[in-house]
């Protein structure tokens, strides 16, 4: 790693977050020696890449910094010699989102990016594409740091680190960021004043925190939620309340994602609610993007616009970029990253990836042991933690057996005939981005499987009716 010239890149570069990107850059200018960015896409992201890259261009000149901002299609030639590489791509772009959530609607099932039948699929989609960028980071860039916020990005991470074989590798979510923003204000403190301790895995941990008298104020925080009606949540998850008395059980604090475990009936029916209005959140999202390359492509802006919070995902930027600068100036940093266990949860294996508190420096992260779970969360996350391994291998292997495997474990989707004619749909509708499946989906296709769901279709068709 140059400590005088830093390169770094960011596949997806085309993505609306890339201002937030660039801002965290801005701000830590005289932590990071930055002399290149180079912002990387797919051709059919090109449109995008050129109006963000040229505002991220404004953004830069604005600073008054000499930075060199790079916009290209050539994946390759942007990683080489790189330092720190981040990836914030979707595979299938917002289209592939919309099948994913609109598809299990269809069967009267939860339809969400990153949990149940649409979070299989994006993993099944975007792991044989993070794994060929890790090849490439092998022979062009082999000393470089990758920041992976890729969703889900847990299963990602875990791909990374056991197929890839590339341990130089932090998986960041913005739920941990979040809640360390919102909540220290519900008991009148301050962030520097607490100590947070998260565990689990990523959308599914959980977490407890002290004063800096060495006093626990979990339950503090559990009762000032209650009083506040303050969740802090994600754009994207529908605000229902936990039921208390189980909060007071397990004296922990669930992420928002636990909603679709704990309160599933709840949120199932505000999910099927939203598709039958033809109001999924993906749609929703899309016209937020809308709004925002619109936005963007005034030559007058060179700051991130406030709308940029109504995308969701805040603070995945700018947390990708402090870890970056922890690692570069070996801060030491705490933050809360997927990397390997190593003991940490002891209720997991040491080589499985978990989200957890950690140390961030030069060696990248020093996870915080926090000790076994209850039997209820511990029964959980062995749960979760091993359908993310069976997701991980279909997506390597292509195994029609393994995927269904992976829907059958998956504690939202009701296993049985139902479960397999909804994979088999979702297969088809995917095949474009699923090569590794391509001899199932013929065979599929044969049978007779096609889209029904008419937004999803109308995508296939390039019908443009969204």
Same mark, same amino acid.
């Given at each position: ?45 090109? $449109? ?17 910094? !000499? ?93 990374? $680190? ?17 809640? &360390? ?29 002290? !004063? ?6 979990? &339950? ?18 529908? !605000? ?9 059980? &397990?004296? &922990? ?17 505000? %999910? ?29 802006? !060179? ?13 995945? %930027? ?7 600068? %922890? ?10 990253? %997927? ?128």
């Amino acid at each position: 790693m140059s400590h005088q010239a830093l390169k770094i890149v960011t596949i997806g570069g085309g993505s609306s977050y890339t201002p937030e990107l660039i801002e965290g850059y801005i701000k830590r200018q005289a932590q990071l020696a930055i002399k290149e960015i180079w912002l990387v896409d797919i051709p059919e992201g090109e $449109q995008k890449l050129n109006v963000v890259g040229a505002m991220a261009k404004r953004m830069v000149k604005a600073a008054g910094l !000499d930075w060199e901002v790079h916009l290209t299609l050539d994946r390759r030639a942007a990683l080489k010699d790189a330092d720190f590489v981040s990836t914030q791509f979707r595979v299938g772009l917002l289209e592939a989102r919309v099948k994913d959530e609109r598809i299990p609607g269809s069967y009267g099932l939860l339809g969400q990016e990153t949990n149940g039948a649409g979070g299989i699929f994006k993993a099944l989609r975007t792991i044989p594409v993070i794994l060929d960028i890790v090849k490439d980071m092998k022979e062009l860039c082999p000393n470089a740091w990758l920041i992976n916020f890729t969703n889900p990005s847990g299963i990602i991470t875990e791909a990374i $680190q056991h197929y890839g074989q590339w341990n130089k590798v932090i998986g960041l979510c913005n739920v941990p960021v979040m809640a &360390m923003i919102n909540e220290p204000a519900l008991i009148n403190k301050e962030l520097k004043d607490l100590t947070y301790k998260f565990a689990g895995i990523d959308h599914f941990h959980w977490h407890r925190v002290w !004063d800096n008298t060495g006093k626990e104020v979990t &339950m503090d925080i559990i009762n000032q939620i209650y009083a506040d009606k303050n969740n802090g949540l994600p754009k994207n998850i529908f !605000d229902i309340s936990f039921f208390r008395e189980q909060l007071e059980q &397990m004296k &922990m604090i669930p992420c928002g994602y636990h909603r679709y475990y704990y309160r599933q009936t709840e949120m199932l029916e505000h %999910s099927l609610e939203e598709f039958k209005n033809n109001a999924t959140r993906a749609q929703e999202v899309m016209r937020i993007e809308h709004e925002l390359f619109t936005l963007y492509q005034d030559p007058h802006l !060179d700051y991130k616009p406030k709308q940029l919070a109504e995308r969701g995902g805040a603070h995945y %930027s700018d947390a990708a970029c402090e870890a970056i600068a %922890s690692i570069y100036a070996d801060k030491k940093t705490h933050m809360v990253v %997927s990397t390997l266990n190593k003991g940490a949860i002891p209720d997991l294996p040491s080589d499985h990836t978990v989200e957890v508190s950690a140390q961030i420096g030069a060696t990248g992260a020093i996870p915080m042991t926090f000790g076994h779970f209850q039997p209820a969360e511990r029964g959980w996350i062995q749960l979760m933690k091993n359908m993310e391994l069976v997701i991980t291998q279909a997506a390597v292997t292509g195994d029609y057996g393994t995927a269904l495997q992976a829907f059958i474990i998956n504690p939202l989707i009701p296993s049985g005939r139902h479960a397999k004619n909804l994979l088999d749909e979702m297969l088809v509708a995917n095949k474009r981005y699923l090569p590794q499946f391509a001899e199932k989906i013929t065979e599929l296709e044969q049978q007779g499987v096609t889209v029904h769901d008419q937004v999803a279709a109308a995508i296939d068709n390039q019908i443009g009716v969204l």
